[in-house]
């Protein structure tokens, strides 16, 4: 099973990036460590991301899983 975890990014605006995870492992699939979740609600509306390497390590083991 997957779950997605999302991080601030540090940018100047306020900016969300959506991870995968693997829920046996403490990293993301593109290999950074796992944050906590959600942040908490700013004042600011956040933009919202996908992070495109862990979307396409997703999409591999989607594929594998079906051909399986």
Known sequence: ?????????????AAVVWHVVSKDSSATLCGQAAPAGV???G???????YCAPCMAA????VEVGRSS
Request: hydrophobic share 30%; net charge negative; proline share 4%.
């Open 39 to 41: 942040p908490g609600g």
């Open 58 to 61: 997703f999409g591999q083991a």
């Open 1 to 13: 099973m997957y779950e997605m975890r999302a991080e601030e990014t540090r940018a100047a605006e």
């Open 43 to 49: 004042d600011k509306e956040a933009t919202e991301q």
